[in-house]
């Protein structure tokens, strides 16, 4: 008795040589979709029976019942095999296959031997982590931190090449706020304001951001003040230039402290200012391919055919003029695509930006087929949100939270304390 590392693919393999085998009609065309099951269904279940069926006025069940007569009699020695349902096809491992797999892969090294091969010679980008600079990690960051380094380290140990990219928030209109507080504090106490940065300062940065903030809404004055720095900043000015680079430098240096306690080294950090000077390629591509048009003097894509997105503009350019993140996302597809010839790209970010992930992909499916060039695989590993004890989740530039260093030190020291007892 022999159990495949791969059992899912080796399953949806077997299915489709069913299909054939079972005369079933465009058999070509069916695909299994087998996946990992419910615990009380068994092991994995093939749930693509229904679609296949209900498109060619078929029944789901009896369809079933042809492939599950089609499967090998070697693949009954492993599996129970059974249909629920309408036509699920569920798959349960057998005492004795499972027994076989494990003195097969019975230490790390003949695990990786197996697991080597199944993303061998392929090359990933993990997008994950990406916190805004100028501010402290929180509580809010951790999920997408290690979610995003278990995947990484899983698709290392299957054989793939993988950069991990912390695709940071290091532009934007919070700067022309900030530099504004930071030069109005300057140029009240410069030895207080160097004291402090020199002592605490992702701290004061995040302090400065907020009288900044808050005179920005109170009066229209420091608004206009404020994105003039903008400006001047995104227009390269050296003065606003450095302070933008110090903001991420100490920033950088404050996240990498977490990073270590964790156990993460990320490979590339490319931020949103590295796209910076490549959105206009974004607008001019699809411009000329058709998928962008003006509206509003936005420029934005339509997908009229996608139920949801029909009415809903996937906007690449602002009316005024600036990029977003449509912009830039799509500018960093293109770059993962051109600079590391990568096969497949998965975004480690919460569930609130699904709708944002699926509007993008689409968009460079498009994009990419009209060109006729290859798009990597994209994938949107989503997770839940953190959120306050008011229910709401928490946000990196308003309120108050619990910072990501100071969650870590006090699980330290309570572990230190448990172990210490014992």
């Not at 090294?109 to 197996?114: F, H, S």
């Not at 993962?336 to 699926?358: L, M, N």
Request: glycine letters at 6%; charged letters at 25%; aromatic letters at 10%.
């Amino acid at each position: 008795m022999h159990v495949p590392f791969n059992l899912a693919s080796d399953l949806d393999a077997a299915l489709q040589s069913a299909a054939v085998a079972a005369g079933l009609a465009d058999a070509a065309a069916f695909a299994p979709e087998v996946r990992t099951a419910e615990a009380r269904h068994g092991d994995f279940q093939a749930n693509g029976v229904l679609g296949y069926a209900k498109a060619r006025k078929l029944n789901p069940r009896a369809t079933a019942e042809k492939l599950v007569a089609a499967l090998p009699a070697t693949l009954r020695d492993d599996y129970n095999i059974a249909i629920a349902g309408p036509g699920f096809i569920n798959f349960t491992l057998k005492p004795a296959a499972l027994l076989t797999w494990l003195r097969a892969h019975a230490t790390r090294d003949t695990l990786a031997a197996g697991a080597a091969s199944a993303k061998k010679d392929q090359t990933w980008v993990v997008d994950y982590s990406a916190p805004n600079t100028a501010k402290q990690m929180h509580v809010g960051h951790l999920r997408s931190a290690v979610i995003g380094e278990a995947i990484s380290r899983l698709l290392v140990f299957s054989g793939a090449r993988v950069f991990r990219d912390n695709h940071i928030g290091d532009w934007g209109t919070q700067f022309g706020k900030l530099i504004w507080a930071y030069k109005k504090a300057l140029a009240a106490d410069p030895s207080a304001l160097h004291a402090t940065l020199a002592r605490e300062p992702l701290e004061e940065f995040e302090r400065l951001y907020k009288v900044g903030n808050s005179a920005a809404d109170a009066d229209p004055a420091v608004l206009d003040t404020a994105r003039a720095e903008l400006v001047k900043l995104q227009a390269g000015d050296a003065e606003n230039l450095g302070i933008w680079k110090h903001i991420n430098t100490v920033s950088l240096a404050a996240f990498q402290v977490i990073y270590d306690q964790l156990g993460i080294q990320f490979d590339v950090t490319l931020g949103e200012s590295f796209y910076n000077d490549k959105v206009d390629r974004i607008y001019r591509e699809l411009t000329e391919c058709g998928l962008a048009v003006e509206s509003q003097d936005a420029l934005v894509v339509f997908h009229p055919e996608h139920p949801r997105f029909a009415t809903q503009p996937f906007i690449i350019r602002k009316s005024d003029g600036a990029a977003n993140y449509a912009s830039t996302d799509l500018a960093t597809i293109l770059y993962r695509a051109e600079h590391f010839k990568a096969d497949a790209a998965i975004y480690v970010i919460d569930s609130r930006q699904t709708d944002h992930c699926q509007q993008l992909f689409l968009t460079a499916q498009k994009w990419f087929a009209h060109r006729g060039w290859k798009l990597p695989y994209l994938e949107h590993a989503a997770f839940g949100t953190v959120t306050g004890e008011d229910g709401k989740p928490l946000k990196t530039r308003s309120g108050e939270h619990i910072r990501l260093k100071e969650l870590l030190a006090e699980a330290e020291t309570r572990a230190f304390a448990l172990v210490s007892e014992k």
